[in-house]
Every structure is written in C-alpha cells, then in structure tokens.
C-alpha cells in the first residue's frame, strides 16, 4: 500500500497559539487512522484543514499524490461526519442522504437508486422518510454515514462520531463502523479523545499534543512502547517512577534505584549505564498483588506494600498500594474465586511483585537513545550487591 | 402515569391558568372585544352629527362597492408585498451578518437598529419629506449623480410611500430573521459544502430553510402594518397614493362616519385574518397528522 493521504509540514497559527505545529504524517490507501489526543491537540483543526474549512498556514496535503491544499470543500473528494452530525433538520432522512447527489445536478434516477443502495446499507429502510429530529442517536449517526458515503469520497472524515452517543450504543456503533469499513474499504481518519475507540478501530493511531504528533503506531505499539510519558499516561492508566541505574547486570537488565520504592531490576532496552537517570512507566496490569510470599523467579520484582484501597469490578479488581510516598495502582486479574477464600483487606501487608519485563524506560531518554544505544554496557558484573528485595525485608 | 406534552394532554393545569390569566385577560378586553365592537358598528349607520345610530343595516356593506376601491385597494396590496419582499430582502443578510460576527459587534449593531425608534416616528416621517423634496438633500445628490432628472419629482408619489414603509418596517424584519439566524447551527453550512455544495448554494438549500420561521415572522411584522399604514402615505404620498387606512381615516375624521370607517377596517382585518387563520390551520392539521400518523 503506497501514502494515499499525506501532511506536509502542516502549521496553522491561530493569533500566537500553533494549533498544528509543522504534522507530517502519511496514511494508507484502506486503513482505518487515528488522530487521538485531549481536547485542544489540534486534531479537529487537522480535520478540518483535509476537510477544507481552514487553510494551513505553511505545508501541503496531498490527496493521492495531488496537491489539494487550496481546493475549496465542495472540490475534495473527502467527506465529514460532524461531532453533531449536522444533518439538515429542514429535510427528511432520504433527502438528507441525497443532499449531496442533487447539489451537484446528478440525474434523478441516479439520486433514487443511490439513496435506496445507501439506505440499505446503513439499515434505515423503515425510516426514509422521518424527520431527521424524530431520530435516536444511533439512527441519526448511520443518516449521517449514508450521506457522505454516497458521494463515495476517497476518505470519510469522523470527527468525534461517537461523542454524543450513551455507552452501549457507542461500542455498537464501534462494531457497525468496523463493519462498515470492511465492507467499503475506504480509508478512514478517526478523531477521537477517547483511546479505547481508538485502540479498538484503528490500524495505526497518531497520538497529538499540543498541535504537534507525539508518536504514530498500531495500537499496541503505542500502548506497550509509549515514545513519551505524555502518550503513556494518555493511554491507559499507568504508575511513572523516577529513579537512577545503580547497576548493569548483562546486555539486558539493570538495577534502578528508586528512592523511597526500592531497588528494582529493569529491562535495559534503552541500553543505559551506571548514574543514567530513569524514568520508568509500568501499566496497573502487569502488577500482581499477593499474600503469600510469592515464588523466586528470574526477573521477578517482590516489594512488601500496604493495601490503601480496593476496588471490585468484576472483570478484575483495582487496588492501590502505599510504600513510603508511593501510591501505586494495580489491575489484578481474579483467581479461581474460591467461597471459603479470605479476600484481601484495607492495610493488609501484602506482597507486589511483578516481572522485570513489564517496567517501560521513558522519554527524558528517548533524546539522547542516539547517542546511548551503541555503546556497550560497560559494567557487567561489576556490582555485586543483591537486588531481590525481599530478602532485605525479611 | 406518563407526561405527554402539554399541547396534546388535553388537559390543563390550574396554575397555568393562573399564570395565562392576566395576559387572557388583557386580550379580551382590549383586543377581542373591540375587534367584536368594530364588526358591530360596521352594520350600523351615523347620524348628521356623525353619531352611531341604534338601527342595523346593511348600507355600509354595500358602500364597499365603491368604484375608487379596487385602485385603492390594488395599491396597498402591492406596495404592502413589495414591502415586505424587500424588507426580508434586506433584513436577511443583514441578519446572516449579525449572526456571523462576534456577539460585541452583534450588541453594537443592535443598538444601531433600534436607535431610530428613540425617535418620534411623525418625526422620521417628516425626515424623509425633508429629504426628499425638491430642495432636499437626497434629491440634491441624486441629481448632482445624474440618477434623476432634476425636474422629476420624488415625492408625493407610490415610490416615495414604498421608500419610507421600508425604511420604517426595516428594523421589524430584520430582527426575528436575526432572531432565527442566530439559533441556526452555522456548522450546517459546512456540512453542506462538504457534501459538494458551493457556498451560494449551500445558502439558499440550507440557510434559508433554516431561518424560515423568522421569515414568515417577519413577513407577518412587515406586512401587516403596512397594510393599514396611513400616517406614511399621509405625509409623503399625493393624490394618487392613498392606501386603505387613508380611505379609513378620512371617513372617520372627515365624514364624520364611523360605522363605514368601522366597515372598511373590518373587511381589512377579515383579509388579513382569514388567510392567516387558514395557514395556521393547516400547520395544525400537518403537525397532528405528523405526530399521530408515524409511530417513531
């Protein structure tokens, strides 16, 4: 698949504020692409600029390898669903749907077949001829679909589809969108603040902050390999730790020292040496609490904690867990559930563990990666102290 | 049980009553009883001291067949339509206008629009003479522009009427076009672009659709009142630009017959009324039908 949709070093100023701060960024022909971040990223204003309702300070988009920066809206062969899907409450379902066939003077019988295909595709047959503000929220949306795929734009446009929709609806209209694009296979730009409808949808998501792109990647990269802890924190929850590497053990592990948690081994991947200052992000999943002294392990991490508060969900329960000024959040899948099992409790001591694996090294020194990652790790062996905690403790 | 929406629940709460009561009230007094009072009169007859007499009768009734009337009446029709076109004509961009710039400028420009009614309207009216007499500023320009023959006269003639009924009704359109405009979801238009419309047509297929109930307001404010205007082709109309309210003053002020006055006033009103009785009907009829007629 070639870059079907490409920015170009897209700046657009609003006053001093850069809304979109020089994105480059290509998409494939087909794929279903995120631009996620807060409210204020600059990710509607990068919609609206391949929409054509605002004009990119500096840069180009090429659509197709065509420059389509200065085209007018009613030229792109790009169409929009709104946040609001701003159907016209003048027209009925059908008309609404055909709005854009009869604008541009197709033929009437064109109009009819098309409106009827389209109708059928998004299943609102029985309501042709509603009134668009007699809809629910999940029938107005699928309007709002047929009426811009019937104009078949090279890229449909979704800002925010499913803001406005309850819950349940909104993971029903997440399936039908997937659906949707299965069936078209037309490329598809997502904005959303909402990660998980973007995990769920995309093949690749761009996280944006502050009008510019922190990182691009499949769902799971940029879950499990955040480029920043902006973009770690933004997915998902997680727990940041500072600390320093006091220790290199071999090619991949090494021992951080976090002051007031512990010392905790750590895999090196960002290749840092002995003094290398470290932040560490580990996701809530990957921590497992018990209260039976869990087995050694290679890798594995122990620390004695205090129970702070729990919260059962069903699925898994959250705990939060105190070590000194540490308040640290986990998921923790259930076990058999067993009647006569004594569950954990408020201030209970309890063991945390988790494996060494699952602690992600941040950004501070994604900078200078560059410089670090060729050099060997020079002090393999050379510190010999032990760093299973437990032992300390007992 | 389960609310319904009040129009429809044929039932009614006593502290709405209440509520509506004063404003009932008030309508019956000073609006519906009159209005009952003047169809009354209007089958009576005068005396010689221009008293209503106690006898009924049918006299004034036929004295609407009174062979200056058809002109008369022709003539404020038209100039009251062409009235109203053109304060919708220019109220709605207006309007379109006010609605786009930022709500500062939006009070600043209403302000403008309302300060002429600080001034007495008579006042206004005798503004426009002034301007537009022979000696008068505008005629002046106008002339020094060759737009007009210095000889032809701009006032006292249905041009001159038609002139100042705009500018007096204006205000009257543009403000519940405004009204509307405002509440339109500008966001629309974009979609409609989106969708392959260009911006003139993006306009008329959705912005005006969508500001129509403040048109149809408007054309109600403008019209109307021009219908009955007297005061404006009074002062600034000749001989040949009088309108119905001209005809109906001078048989109550001159003729001293209040009955026929009363006649001609009713039938004004009866032509005003029963179209728009006839609308509003039919609205009803189409939103009932709309409610009860396809289950959601």
């Known amino acids: 698949m070639h870059d079907y949709l490409v920015f170009d070093h897209l700046t657009k100023r609003y006053g001093a504020l850069k809304a979109v701060d020089d994105v480059s960024l290509s998409i494939e022909q087909g794929s279903i692409f995120s631009l996620l971040g807060p409210s204020g ?25 065509r420059d389509i920066t200065q085209l007018p809206p009613n030229q792109r062969q790009v169409n929009t669903i709104f946040q609001n899907y701003a159907l016209f409450p003048h027209l009925s379902v059908c008309e609404n749907i055909a709005f854009g066939l009869k604008v541009t003077g197709h033929r009437k019988a064109d109009i009819e077949r098309e409106t009827l295909r389209m109708l059928e595709l998004v ?26 795929l019937i104009k078949k734009p090279n890229i449909l446009l979704l800002d925010e589809p499913l803001a406005a929709l309850d819950l349940k ?64 924190a933004f997915i998902g929850d997680t727990n940041f730790f500072d600390g320093a590497v006091i220790e290199v053990k071999d090619s991949e592990y090494c021992t951080v020292r976090i002051g007031g948690f512990g010392d905790v081994l750590c895999y090196n991947d960002k290749k840092l040496r002995v003094g290398n200052p470290v932040h560490l992000s580990i996701r809530p999943e990957k921590f497992a609490i018990s209260r039976n002294l869990p087995e050694q392990r290679k890798g594995r991490n122990v620390l004695s904690v205090t129970v702070d508060d729990i919260v059962y969900l069903g699925t898994h329960t959250k705990y939060w867990v105190l070590l000194n000024d540490y308040r640290v959040e986990i998921n923790q899948q259930h076990m058999r559930y067993q009647l006569d099992q004594i569950p954990i409790k408020h201030n209970e001591q309890v063991w945390l563990y988790w494996n ?22 020079e002090e393999i062996g050379d510190n010999p102290e032990p760093t299973e905690q437990h032992n300390e403790e007992e | 049980m389960k609310k319904n929406s009040p129009s429809f629940s044929g ?4 502290n709405e009553i209440l509520l509506s009561a004063p404003s009932i009230v008030w309508l019956i007094l000073l609006f519906a009883i009159p209005t009952i009072l003047i169809f009354l009169i209007a089958f009576k007859s005068a005396d010689a001291y221009g008293n209503i007499s106690t006898h009924w009768t049918l006299d004034n009734l036929r004295a609407l067949a009174n062979r200056h009337y ?6 404020t029709f038209w100039l009251s339509c062409l009235t109203t076109a053109l304060c919708i004509g220019g109220g709605i961009p207006v309007a379109y206008f006010m609605a786009r710039i930022p709500r500062k400028g939006r009070n600043l420009l209403m302000i403008l629009i309302v300060i002429p009614f600080w001034t007495n309207f008579l006042i206004r009216i005798f503004a426009w003479k002034n301007l537009l007499h022979p000696e008068g500023m505008l005629k002046q320009v106008l002339v020094f522009l060759h737009l007009v023959a210095p000889e032809q006269p701009l006032l006292y003639n249905p041009w001159a009427v038609l002139a100042v009924l705009v500018y007096s009704y204006l205000p009257f359109a543009i403000l519940p076009i405004y009204a509307a405009a405002e509440k339109f979801d500008f966001s629309l238009l974009e979609a409609a672009q989106d969708l392959g419309a260009r911006y003139s047509v993006a306009l008329r297929k959705v912005f005006l659709p969508g ?64 179209p728009l009785l006839i609308y509003l009907f039919s609205q009803r009829r189409n939103k009932h039908q709309l409610l009860t007629g396809t289950p959601p």
């Not at chain 2, 039932?11 to 006593?14: D, I, K």
């Not at chain 2, 058809?70 to 003539?75: E, H, Q, S, T, Y």
Request: glycine share 8%.
């Open chain 2, 211 to 274: 500001i129509r109930s403040g048109i149809w307001t408007a054309a109600a404010m403008v019209f109307i009142p021009a219908l009955g205007s007297y005061v404006i082709p009074d002062i600034v109309g000749g001989a040949g630009s009088d309108m119905i309210g001209n005809k109906i003053a001078q048989r109550a002020f001159i003729n001293r017959n209040l009955p026929e006055a009363a006649m001609l006033a009713g039938a004004l009103s009866l032509t005003v009324l029963l």
């Open chain 1, 169 to 232: 609806l909104r993971q029903r209209m997440l399936m039908e969108l997937d659906l949707l694009h299965d069936e078209i296979g037309i490329t598809f730009l997502y904005v959303t603040h909402d990660q998980s409808e973007a995990m769920s949808l995309s093949d690749k998501i761009a996280v944006m902050n502050e009008g510019h792109i922190e990182q691009v990647g499949t769902p799971s990269q940029i879950y499990e390999a955040p480029c920043s802890s902006f973009v770690a």
């Open chain 1, 123 to 148: 299943q609102l047959e029985r309501h042709a001829d509603s009134k668009v503000t007699e809809l629910s929220g999940g029938q107005k949306q699928r309007t709002a679909i047929a009426r811009a």
């Open chain 2, 11 to 14: 039932r009614f709460n006593p």
């Open chain 1, 356 to 377: 060494a694996d699952d602690g992600y090294m941040l950004e501070r020194y994604c900078e200078d990666d560059e410089e670090m990652v060729f050099q060997p790790p």
């Open chain 1, 41 to 65: 990223c600059g990710k509607t204003t990068l919609l609206r600029m391949i929409a054509g309702f605002e004009k990119p300070d500096s840069g180009r988009i090429l659509l197709n390898g």
């Open chain 2, 70 to 75: 058809p002109m008369i009446v022709w003539r």
